[in-house]
């Protein structure tokens, strides 16, 4: 393996703090003294390169800078001073993904995930963002974490897309002119149904074999509302497979999208909501069915370490937590599977970022769904890269996201499958748009909602 000691130039217009003739050092913008990137986490980094292919916005945009190698490099300068955490070098941290490819990637095990998050909330802290970007920003993070804020909205949303204002203002072009974030937001916006304004569970779902676990389950912010269908088919595959289910009604969001995105007293305000609902409740798993939700639980005890009232509670709720299909691959099927077609089915599993690099969770998906009776599974090119949603990343980036949309739906479909697994709702609204605007037309299900039909011995339509 060859190394160099500077493969990286920074952009010019990243300017140093030195200072010139007769003048005194300018105070520029800079990380501050909480928590800025560890700097034995940046020396880890050799300059080996592998992280590169496997970065989808260095796929995209083809700068070292917008590469985990150069944003490592942009961290060490701003950390010794010699480069500011000014506007330009603040757009390339901006355009990571937080998708965890190059973790997956590097041989040298270099820990960018927490390089990243510990650069968040310094930008949130220390960079006056436009107001353009503040304000989408602000609309995104007092809107999705919250679902009743989102039903608030569905009155308008639904009479918005059934008077056909949404197919025109597309055709003409004009939101996309006036707000590209706005315009991928509304591109995104899945149909609003009878079953988008209200949580149809109840509090306690007993198993319908014998018991074998008590679990509890989160239902999520977007999954809440627009993906509600999952949130039941989960429910009726634990309690196929003999789990006593505990929804508790107080809980609210994981704290995933502030988390990624650097809003830290958000996402702890979050996690201790979620924490504090499940208190009592006596269950011996925590099951997530969304794949970015569950890593973010995961990590409830990095989010609150410094919370001596709930750093023990934090780590103690995340030891719990099991994405569904973790939790099933563990424990087995006990439920008896019933093909879902008569001819074979052939379907391709897309990987989740959070759910693959984020949680090392790969091989259990598959293993379920290959014991679904006629099910053949296909894999796609580039199974690893990002589909560009990431979060909110594809309303904060839409033109970039974009173009990784495309390259995931066109591997997709290279396949030949005549239907997509997907375990998370970003990726499925990511895909289904990609899908659309290349005029393909591929059944997307997630992997709960086939198990669920296979179960119930019911046919896909």
Request: charge should be neutral; glycine fraction near 6%.
């Amino acid at each position: 393996m060859q190394t160099t000691d500077n493969p990286l130039k920074l952009d010019t217009s990243l300017a140093t703090n030195e200072a010139t003739p007769d003048e005194s050092p300018i105070d520029l913008p800079s990380f501050d003294g909480s928590a800025p990137p560890p700097q034995n986490l940046i020396d880890a980094c050799v300059h080996c390169g592998f992280c590169l292919p496997t970065c989808p916005s260095y796929r995209v945009i083809g700068k070292e800078n917008d590469s985990p190698r150069g944003r490592i490099y942009l961290m060490d300068a701003i950390n010794k001073g010699e480069a500011p955490l000014s506007p330009a070098s603040v757009q390339h941290f901006d355009t990571c993904l937080g998708c965890l490819a190059c973790t997956t990637a590097c041989p040298s095990g270099v820990q960018y995930d927490k390089l990243i998050s510990s650069v968040r909330p310094q930008i949130q802290r220390n960079h006056p963002r436009p107001i353009k970007q503040k304000a989408v920003r602000q609309l995104i993070f007092s809107l999705f974490p919250y679902p009743d804020r989102i039903r608030l909205l569905l009155t308008p949303l639904a009479l918005y897309q059934k008077l056909g204002i949404s197919k025109l203002l597309k055709k003409t072009g004009l939101l996309k002119q006036i707000s590209p974030n706005l315009a991928a937001m509304e591109s995104l916006l899945p149909p609003v149904t009878a079953s988008c304004f209200a949580d149809n569970l109840p509090e306690e779902i007993p198993a319908t074999t014998d018991k074998r676990y008590r679990v509890g389950m989160i239902l999520g912010c977007v999954q809440r509302v627009f993906f509600s269908g999952v949130n039941e088919a989960t429910a009726r595959v634990l309690s196929a497979n003999g789990c006593e289910i505990i929804v508790p009604r107080s809980q609210g969001c994981c704290s995933a999208l502030p988390e990624h995105q650097g809003e830290t007293a958000q996402a702890q305000a979050l996690a201790r909501q979620m924490i504090d609902s499940f208190e009592g409740t006596g269950v011996e798993y925590i099951i997530i069915n969304a794949a970015g939700c569950g890593h973010t639980l995961k990590e409830y005890g990095h989010i609150l370490a410094d919370d001596p009232a709930y750093a023990d509670k934090a780590k103690a709720f995340a030891a719990k937590v099991r994405d569904v299909q973790e939790f099933l691959a563990e424990v087995g099927l006990s439920a008896e599977l019933h093909p879902l077609q008569t001819d074979p089915l052939v379907t391709v599993y897309q990987d989740a970022c959070h759910l693959l690099h984020g949680q090392k969770i790969s091989r259990q998906p598959r293993q379920l769904l290959q014991q679904i009776p006629g099910l053949a599974l296909k894999e796609p090119l580039d199974a690893a890269l990002c589909c560009g949603s990431a979060g909110v990343y594809n309303m904060l980036q839409p033109e970039i996201a974009e173009e990784l949309g495309q390259m995931k739906a066109t591997n997709l479909v290279k396949t030949g499958a005549t239907l997509i697994a997907s375990s998370n709702p970003g990726c499925s609204l990511q895909i289904k748009q990609s899908l659309e605007n290349q005029g393909q037309k591929v059944m997307l299900k997630h992997p709960m909602e086939l198990l669920d039909l296979s179960i119930r011995g019911e046919k896909l339509s």
